[in-house]
C-alpha cells in the first residue's frame, strides 16, 4: 500500500513497548485491505493464519497521537503524526460503513472528533492529498460559533485559503450562546481559533491581516500558543478570557495540533516561491496568487525539485516521480517563469486524449481571462507559412515533428517543450516508428531553438540520470534530475484467487455432470455443456501485498493479507477439450460482479479490459445487474447529448446510449461520447463505474477509489494467439486508483490471465500467485530503460537491412544538404544523439563512429540519385521516399491549372494519385488497410485492391459537408435502418477515427508546400 519513502516515513515513528515502528506499515496495510474487503461485501475478512495479536487501530491512533502532541523532534512528531493519522482515518472509515451517515459531535470542551484530528495531524505530516481527503468527512453539527470553526478548519485542510481570507470579518464579535459561563467561554475559544486560521490564511497567501480582536497578538502561532495556555487553565492579562477558568481539552488540542500544522505548511507556501532571472514579476505574482487560492500547498517532492533548480531559466530537467505525483502540477511552476519571461510553451503528450485533457488543466492552470496567455491544441495550420505558436501548444510528438519540418521559423519564441511520459523516446515501450518520430521531434527542436529549456517527465524510467546528462550535453547547459519515490496517494494491490479445494469440486462437478449428459445424450459433446457450465462457481478472494518488498524468497516469508472479495460466487469460464476441462478466470464477468457491488457502497471503479468490445459489453453487464440506479443529465451535459445526437442522427447509433450508472470509454468512441462519459464518471451523483481499454491508462486524470484490470493479456495484432501487457502498461493501469486530490487511498485488482488457486491448508503461496502480484506490486514501478531509437536503426544498418521499412523511414527525414542550405532545414546531428552519448560513456565511440559512417554513405547515396534539393526537402518535412515525392510533384505540374480548388475535390484528387501510385498508397496508407477493408464491407485481414478507395469518397464528401454519421453510413455501404437498434455506424467509425487523419491531412499539407 505504501511507497517505499512513504513506508520509511511511517517507520521512523518512535518504537513504543509492544510495537515496533517498522511493522507498522503491514499492521495499516492490513487494516486498510480488510476495509476494502468490507466495502465490497460488508463482513469481516478471512485473515491468515498464525498471525500474532496486533495493536488494534485505537491504540495506534491514540498512542501516536500523544506523540505527535508532545514531542519535541520534527521528524518524530511527523511520522508519528502520519501513523495516527492514517489509523484515525481507517477508524473513521470503517465507522461510516457501520453508522452510515450518522451526524457525530465534531467539537466540544473535552473532544475532537477523529475526522478533525486525522485531517490536521496529515497536514502536521505534510501529506496535503490525505489532509484534503480526510477534510472531506468533517460535517458542519454544531451551533453558529462551532460551525464557523469547523468550516475553516475543513477549509484549510483542504487548501481553500482563499476562501477562508474573503470570508474573514474584520469586526466580528461572537455573540454569548448561552447563560453558562463554560459554554460562553467555549464559544470565544472556538472564535479565537477560527481567528488563528484566518491569519494562518492570511500568511500563506501573503496578504495582509484584515483585523482581529485581540490586541498585542501579532502572528497566529502567537494566537495558538495563548490559546492553549487559556484552554489549560491558565488566567493571563488577556481581557476577552479574563472572567473563565478552567480546562479545555477540545480547544487546547485543537490549538496545539493547529500550531504544529503551521510549521509545515509555512515552509510549504506556494506564496514563497520567487520567480527565475528574466521574468516579469508582476505576471509571476499575478500567477502565484491564483494558483495558491486553490492549491497553496507545495508537496515535499516538489519543494526538493524547487530546491535543485528546477525552475531556474536556462535549466532543463529530467523528473522521474511515481504515477500521481503532481507531474503536471510541478511542470506549470516552470511553464509558468516560461511565459513570464514572455516565452512560449510546447507541451507533449502522447495520445489525443492526454492531449485534450492537457488542454484543459492548463487551461484552468493559466486563465487568459487573468495572464493573457492561450492554451492551445489547434497548432495544426501546415499549410500557412506565417502559423504563430499560442502561449502553450499541446499535441503528440508526431504532429510537432509535423510542424517543426513544414514550418520551423513558428518556434522561434518558444522558451520550453515539456514532454510528458517521455519512456515513450525507446522503442520498447512499443512500435520503433512512434520513437522515432518521438526522438526526431526532440532533436530537431533543439537545433531550431537551440536557447531554450526541456523538461522530460515520466513514472517509468530506469536510466533517468544518463538520460538528464544526455540532455545537458544535448542543450550545452545544466539539465537537473530529480527522482522521488514518494507520491500523495497510495494504493492496497491485490490478485484475484480461488481456494484450491473449491476449484477441484467445482472441476469434478462439472466433469461429472457433463458426463452424465452425454450418456444420455449417447455422444459426447466437444465443448463443455450449460447445464455443467453453470456448476463453475466460486467465491473470489484477493491476496494483498503489504510493502513494496513485500517478498523475502531467502527467509521464506511473504508479508501478505487474505481477505475474501464478494459474498458470493461467480460464474467463471472454461475450457474443456478431449474429455479434459480446464477452469479459466472469465475476467470480464468476474470485474463486472466486483464493480457492481462495489457501486453499491459508492466506489468509484475503473475496469481495464483488453479490446473495444468488452469495453462496451461489460457496461452493459454492469447496469443490467444494478437496474434501480439511475443517472441525471445536468443542464450544462444535456446540450452535449444534444450535440451528440444531431452528429449521430440519433441516440440509437452511439455507443453511449444515455446516461448509466456504469459508461464505456474506447477508441472506437466518438470525442463527444467519450467527453460524455468522462463527465458522467466524475461527477458524483453520475456513473460509479468506467469500463476501458489499456489506452484510458496513459495519463489520463480519471481518478477511482477501485482499479480493476481484468486479464494481462490480449489479443496480438496479427490475430495470432495472445500476448502479455507490458509491465508500463499495468503499472499505469494500477496507477488510476487513487490519485491526490481526489482520493489518496486506492484499490487495485488484478483478474490474472491464469487463474489463481491457494490452498490455505497449505498456507504456501505458489508461483502463479508469486507471478501475479509481482506484477502489480514490483519491488520498483521504475520499469522501462529508454535506449535510442536511432541506435537501433544504425544497428540494421550494419546488419544490412538497409531496405527495412524504418530504416527507409529513417534516412528519409534526415535533409541530405547542409545545415547552410537556402530551403532552411536542420541536418541532424547524429553525434549529438543520445546513443552517441552513452558510446561515449560506454567507451564504445569507435564502434558507434562507425555506424555513423554507413548511415552518412546511404545518405550520399540517396543525394547521388535525387539531385532536386526541393524533393528532398520535402521529403525529410514528410518522411516519404524521395520516388513518391517526385511523383506528387510530376503528377501536380503536370496538372498545373487544372487542380481541385476546394478541399472536397483535393480529397477527391488526393485518393485518384493513391489510386494510381500503388507505392505511395502502401507508404501513406498500409497501417490502415485494415479500417479501409472494414468501411469497403470486407474482413480485415483480406487481401486489399486500390480500387477500395473509391469507396471511400461519398462518406468523404458528406463527412465534408457535415452531414450526420447515419447518413455517411449509407453513403458507405452501411444499413443504419430503423430496426437495428445496436447498429453503431462501423464503417464511419472507422473513417472519421482512423482514415480521415491519414487522408485528409497529410497529403494536401504535401501538396501544398
Known amino acids: 500500500m505504501f511507497d517505499p519513502a512513504t513506508a520509511e516515513l511511517l517507520s521512523k515513528a518512535p518504537d513504543v513497548p509492544g510495537l515496533e515502528a517498522s511493522e507498522i506499515p503491514q499492521i495499516l496495510t492490513r487494516q486498510y485491505a480488510s476495509l476494502v474487503s468490507k466495502r465490497l461485501r460488508g463482513v469481516e475478512t478471512s485473515g491468515p493464519k498464525k498471525r500474532k495479536v496486533e495493536w488494534p487501530l485505537e491504540r495506534i491512533a491514540d498512542t501516536y497521537e500523544i506523540i505527535a502532541s508532545v514531542t519535541e523532534n520534527e521528524e518524530d512528531r511527523k511520522s508519528a503524526a502520519f501513523v495516527s493519522a492514517t489509523a484515525h482515518q481507517i477508524m473513521g472509515r470503517k465507522l461510516g460503513l457501520d453508522k452510515g451517515d450518522t451526524e457525530i459531535s465534531m467539537v466540544s470542551r473535552d473532544h475532537v472528533n477523529p475526522h478533525i484530528t486525522s485531517s490536521l495531524l496529515f497536514l502536521v505530516a505534510e501529506q496535503y492529498a490525505d489532509a ?20 475553516a478548519i475543513k477549509r484549510l485542510c483542504s487548501g481553500r485559503l482563499d476562501q477562508i481570507y474573503e470570508e474573514t470579518e474584520p469586526e466580528y464579535r461572537p455573540e454569548r450562546e448561552s447563560f453558562s459561563l463554560e459554554k460562553n467561554a467555549t464559544t470565544l475559544l472556538y472564535d479565537a481559533l477560527r481567528v488563528s486560521i484566518e491569519m494562518i490564511a492570511a500568511e500563506l497567501l501573503a496578504r495582509p491581516y484584515k483585523s482581529h480582536n485581540y490586541t498585542g497578538i501579532d502572528s497566529a502561532s502567537q494566537l495558538l500558543l495563548t490559546i492553549e495556555e487559556l484552554a489549560s487553565g491558565k488566567l493571563l492579562e488577556f481581557a476577552e478570557f479574563s472572567e473563565f477558568l478552567g480546562l479545555y481539552t477540545g480547544p487546547r488540542h485543537l490549538a496545539s495540533l493547529l500550531g504544529h500544522a503551521l510549521d509545515g505548511i509555512s515552509e510549504a507556501s506556494l506564496s514563497t516561491i520567487e520567480p527565475p532571472d528574466g521574468a516579469d514579476k508582476d505576471f509571476w505574482k499575478r500567477w502565484i496568487s491564483y494558483r495558491a487560492s486553490k492549491f497553496p500547498y507545495v508537496w515535499p517532492n516538489h519543494r526538493t525539485a524547487i530546491e535543485k ?68 491544441n489547434d497548432f495544426d495550420q501546415l499549410m500557412l507559412s506565417d502559423s504563430t505558436l499560442s502561449e502553450i501548444e499541446v499535441m503528440t510528438p ?99 484467487y480461488y481456494k484450491t479445494e473449491r476449484l477441484e469440486k467445482i472441476r469434478n462437478m462439472a466433469l461429472s455432470k457433463q458426463r452424465k449428459i452425454d450418456a444420455e445424450k449417447l455422444k459426447p459433446a466437444s465443448t463443455l455443456r450449460a447445464p455443467a457450465r453453470k456448476l463453475l462457481k466460486a467465491t473470489p478472494y484477493a491476496v494483498w501485498g503489504l510493502q513494496h518488498n513485500w517478498l523475502k524468497r531467502e527467509e521464506g516469508k511473504a508479508s501478505c493479507s487474505f481477505t475474501r472479495v464478494l459474498p458470493y460466487s461467480v460464474q467463471l469460464g472454461d475450457s474443456y477439450k478431449n474429455g479434459r476441462l480446464r477452469i479459466i478466470p472469465n475476467a470480464n464477468e468476474v470485474a463486472a460482479q466486483i464493480a457492481a457491488k462495489a457501486a453499491e457502497s459508492k466506489v468509484k471503479t475503473i475496469i481495464f479490459v483488453n479490446n473495444k468490445q468488452h469495453a462496451v459489453s461489460t457496461a452493459k453487464k454492469i447496469s443490467a445487474l444494478l437496474p434501480d440506479f439511475n443517472v441525471e443529465i445536468p443542464p450544462n451535459e444535456k446540450e452535449i447529448w444534444d450535440a451528440l445526437e444531431t452528429e449521430l442522427g440519433g441516440l440509437k447509433h452511439s455507443i453511449l446510449e444515455g446516461p448509466g450508472i456504469a459508461v464505456p470509454h474506447n477508441a472506437a468512441m466518438l470525442p463527444l461520447e467519450r ?120 544497428d540494421r544498418i550494419m546488419d544490412g537491412e538497409t531496405l527495412d521499412d524504418d530504416v527507409q523511414y529513417t534516412v528519409n527525414r534526415i535533409p541530405s544538404f547542409n545545415a547552410e542550405s537556402e530551403v532552411g532545414l536542420f541536418r541532424l546531428n547524429l553525434n549529438k544523439s543520445f546513443g552517441a552519448y552513452i558510446s561515449k560513456k560506454e567507451a564504445s565511440e569507435e564502434q558507434y563512429t562507425l555506424k555513423i559512417k554507413a548511415f552518412e ?153
Request: charged share 25%; proline share 5%; glycine share 6%.
Open 132 to 151: 484534503f481527503e480526510a477534510s472531506k468527512a468533517i460535517k458542519l453539527t454544531g451551533s453558529r460559533s462551532e460551525n464557523r470553526l469547523i468550516l
Open 857 to 1009: 554513405k546511404m545518405l550520399g547515396t540517396r543525394t547521388e540519385d535525387v539531385t532536386d534539393t526541393d524533393i528532398l526537402s520535402l521529403s525529410a518535412q514528410s518522411g516519404l521516399p524521395t520516388p513518391i515525392v517526385d511523383s506528387l510533384v510530376a503528377k501536380l505540374q503536370f496538372e498545373t491549372g487544372s487542380l481541385p480548388t476546394n478541399f472536397g475535390d483535393w480529397i477527391a484528387w488526393a485518393i485518384s494519385w493513391l489510386k494510381d501510385d500503388k507505392t505511395a498508397c502502401d507508404e501513406l496508407l498500409s497501417e490502415i488497410y485494415p479500417e479501409i477493408l472494414v468501411i469497403a464491407g470486407h474482413k480485415k485481414n483480406e487481401d486489399f485492391d486500390s480500387v477500395y478507395l473509391d469507396v471511400l469518397l461519398p462518406g468523404l464528401k458528406d463527412w465534408i459537408d457535415g452531414k450526420p454519421l447515419n447518413e455517411i453510413e449509407t453513403a458507405l455501404g452501411g444499413d443504419p435502418i430503423e430496426d437495428k437498434k445496436d447498429y453503431k455506424c462501423p464503417r464511419t467509425r472507422e473513417l472519421v477515427g482512423k482514415v480521415i487523419p491519414s487522408i485528409v491531412y497529410h497529403e494536401p499539407n504535401l501538396s501544398s508546400h
Open 309 to 376: 533548480g528546477f525552475v531556474d531559466t536556462g535549466k532543463s530537467a529530467v523528473m522521474v516521480l511515481p504515477t500521481g505525483a503532481g507531474k503536471t502540477t510541478v511542470s506549470a511552476l516552470k511553464i509558468a517563469g516560461v511565459l513570464a519571461r514572455g516565452k512560449k510553451v510546447i507541451f507533449l503528450a502522447p495520445t489525443h486524449a492526454l492531449v485534450d485533457q492537457l488542454t484543459t488543466d492548463l487551461q484552468e492552470m493559466f486563465p487568459e481571462n487573468l495572464l493573457g496567455s492561450i492554451v492551445s
Open 675 to 794: 467527453l460524455l462519459s468522462e463527465r458522467m464518471y466524475r461527477r458524483r451523483n453520475g456513473a460509479y463505474i468506467i469500463v476501458a481499454t489499456p489506452t484510458l491508462a496513459q495519463g489520463l486524470n480519471l481518478p477511482a477509489d477501485l482499479a480493476i484490470i481484468a486479464g494481462d493479456k490480449r489479443a496480438k495484432t496479427d490475430g495470432a494467439g495472445r500476448e502479455s501487457l507490458a509491465a508500463h502498461e499495468i503499472l499505469n493501469a494500477a496507477g488510476r486508483a487513487g490519485r491526490a486530490g481526489h482520493v489518496a487511498n486506492g484499490i487495485v485488482l488484478l483478474i490474472h490471465d491464469n487463474i489463481i488457486e491457494f490452498d490455505r491448508q497449505k498456507n504456501v503461496l505458489n508461483d502463479d500467485m508469486v507471478k501475479a502480484l509481482q506484477t502489480i506490486l514490483p519491488e520498483d514501478d521504475r520499469c522501462i530503460e529508454i535506449t535510442d531509437p536511432l541506435t537501433n536503426i544504425l
Open 398 to 496: 508526431e504532429r510537432c515533428l509535423a510542424m517543426l519540418s513544414f514550418a520551423p521559423e513558428a518556434f522561434s519564441e518558444a522558451g520550453l517543450l515539456v514532454f510528458d511520459e517521455c519512456h515513450l523516446l525507446s522503442p520498447s515501450t512499443g512500435k520503433i516508428r512512434r520513437a522515432l518520430d518521438s526522438m526526431f521531434c526532440v532533436l530537431f527542436f533543439a537545433q531550431i531553438v537551440p536557447e531554450a529549456d526541456f523538461l522530460f517527465m515520466s513514472a517509468m524510467l530506469k536510466n533517468g540520470e544518463d538520460f538528464s546528462d544526455w540532455v545537458s550535453d544535448l542543450t550545452n547547459r545544466d539539465s537537473i534530475f530529480v527522482e522521488l519515490m514518494w507520491k500523495p496517494s497510495r494504493q492496497a494491490r491485490g490478485v484475484i
